[in-house]
């Protein structure tokens, strides 16, 4: 898992500017000798500015409503989201089959738990190195060799709780 100097608990760190993060993206994989393509980039793009989670379904409504690339070729934004996911600069999350930006575009893909608003969808990555270490130790402690973690907790953001109160 990648270190960072800081935590993410703001649903909004590092990408609530689309643009400037797809330029970061775009310096990441200048970093890494990766390929931003076109259309990577304008689905990086679209994600970024949704704001909250994206389903696929939804990524290829806004495609094909745009005059970007792919338009034409959903198989070509499902290699677009694998690119992503695969170099850690989006993030999937399972329980609602959607994808968001990740908040630390110049990292490696690392694991993080989610807190996901079933009001409002806003989802939080919720970077907490103890939380992933600890799952990662429970599962070896069992013989367990994991993989990937994926974390999401249901509930209500601090905005909904207040409203519904």
Known sequence: MAK?????TDPHHHVDDAAAFVRAVEHACSERGLRLTPIRAYVLN???EA???LKAYDLLDRVREGDGPGAAAPPTVYRALDF??????????QSVNAFVACHHPSTAQHSVP??????C???????????VASLDERARALGFVPQAQTLEV????????GAAA
């Open 46 to 48: 679209l994600i970024a």
């Open 114 to 119: 989610f807190l996901i608003c079933d009001r």
């Open 51 to 53: 704001g909250k989670p």
């Open 4 to 8: 960072h100097d800081h935590t993410c």
């Open 154 to 161: 249901h509930g209500l953001c601090a905005r909904c709780a």
């Open 84 to 93: 992503l996911l695969a170099n850690g600069f989006i993030h999937k999350l």
């Open 121 to 131: 969808h806003s989802a939080v990555e919720l970077e907490d190195e103890v939380v």
